[in-house]
């Protein structure tokens, strides 16, 4: 995340006098935003911004799309339902109608569609005290430079220290394992596996496991589909529910629907929220296979778990997903950006950096991560909203909306390019 520290004007002097210090990307980003459209954000005094955050991901569809805004305006004006909580309303049952026509019946997917709360960290709790729930144990297997939210049974499956920490309490029943090529030349299936047959590893059969395909705040490490492979077969055999969490990685990121769509796997639930909102809007679902939606009425609510305006807009979302056109264009992009990033790896050798990421989820890991910082602070300055991130901030992070045209891509790897040109002299 950018906490780059730059000179605020009194603009922000709003914010520095009334709002709390845990706040963090208007301290990098220090302007008022007043207007967005598609992949550019402006500012109060004009300026123009190239979107490569897209609301971390919340945004894959882009700024104020006009058929979502028309769509939400009118359901507005006609006086439609916003609060529900779980009730049955018709902008919820479309929603779902159109949920398992176009996106699970296509894949051949039987899930049932959970609205836990509004927020990632929300379905992944539900997905959580399900597999708990259905299997009669307690821990859950998580990984290496894992993020999965900032309520506590979330953070008992992430890594991250600093957020760990913020707990306050302990947290229990979680074991973190290596994610895939955590250490070099080492097969982390084989430490997994090993681990569970062990009698004296200290790890008891797990409930679940839970994993992202590209692991978005822990720095863009994306896993091989050989090894998503190899854990589902794992979970298979060793009776382990698998819990995707497709939070940041889904909705398209990586060029289909599902981040895990290419390694043929169907885990026993998903987590989705961010972009399956449409429009921004907040909104999650967890997916749970038929066979373990085991929950009582009521067991899991919340107050927030009907927000019918975020239906309307993500319905019309799913418009994205009628053909294979989209996934496509994602795909296609993806490689500009990974030829482009690779050119700037090419061209500034002292950044000893990498490339990581697929689809239009990708990074430069900088291997001097104390340059990352101003890099964005320079990008920011250009008309370029990049962020990072990284137990060490390390990776400068790329999260365009899906619907950037390459013109935007190649716009703001120059930017990107002059940045780091300016951070290193």
């Not at 305006?309 to 989209?326: Q, R």
Request: glycine content about 10%.
């Amino acid at each position: 995340m950018v906490t780059t520290t730059v000179i605020e004007d009194n603009k922000m002097k709003t914010f520095e006098e009334l709002e709390s210090t845990v706040r963090s990307y208007s301290r990098g980003w220090p302007t008022v935003f007043e207007k967005a459209k598609g992949y550019k954000i402006w500012d109060t005094d004009g300026n123009e911004y190239i979107d490569f955050f897209a609301g971390a991901g919340g945004l894959n569809y882009g700024h104020n799309d006009d058929i979502m805004q028309e769509k939400m305006i009118d359901y507005i004006r006609n006086n439609g339902i916003l609060h529900s909580l779980d009730m049955g309303t018709t902008s919820r049952k479309t929603f779902l109608e159109r949920f398992k026509d176009v996106i699970l019946e296509p894949r051949n997917l039987d899930y049932k569609v959970m609205f836990p709360g509004p927020t990632g960290t929300n379905a992944v709790e539900s997905a959580l005290k399900i597999a708990r729930k259905v299997t009669g144990r307690d821990t859950v297997i998580s990984f290496t430079n894992a993020f999965h939210g900032m309520t506590i049974g979330s953070l008992s499956v992430t890594a991250n220290s600093f957020k760990r920490h913020g707990a306050g309490v302990p947290l229990h029943h979680s074991v973190s394992m290596p994610f895939d090529d955590y250490v070099e030349n080492q097969d982390t299936i084989v430490y997994l596996e090993r681990f569970l047959e062990d009698r004296g590893s200290g790890v008891a059969l797990p409930a679940a496991i839970i994993l992202e395909t590209v692991q978005g705040e822990g720095g863009i490490n994306a896993a091989s589909m050989e090894w998503l492979k190899k854990v589902d077969n794992l979970c298979k055999r060793w009776d382990i529910l698998l819990i995707v969490d497709d939070i940041q990685a889904g909705c398209g990121r990586t060029g289909t629907f599902f981040s895990f769509e290419p390694a043929e796997i169907d885990p026993d639930i998903v987590c989705l929220s961010k972009s399956i909102g449409g429009a921004g809007l907040p909104m999650a679902l967890t997916l749970i296979k038929s066979e373990y939606d085991q929950w009582g009425p009521g067991e899991h609510n919340g107050t927030f778990r009907g927000n019918n305006l975020a239906f309307v807009a993500a319905t019309e979302a799913l418009a994205y997903w009628e053909t294979a056109d989209f996934s496509q264009s994602i795909q296609e992009k993806g490689k500009l950006l990974h030829k482009g990033a690779q050119a700037i790896i090419d061209k500034y050798p002292e950044l000893e950096a990498h490339h990581r990421g697929r689809g239009l989820m990708q990074g430069i890991a900088v291997e001097k991560p104390e340059l990352t910082d101003d890099i964005c602070a320079e990008a920011f300055q250009r008309g370029l909203i990049v962020e990072t991130s990284g137990p060490n901030d390390e990776v400068v992070k790329f999260l365009p909306p899906l619907m950037i045209d390459k013109e935007g891509i190649k716009q703001g790897l120059a930017i990107l390019d002059e940045s780091i040109k300016a951070a290193l002299g």
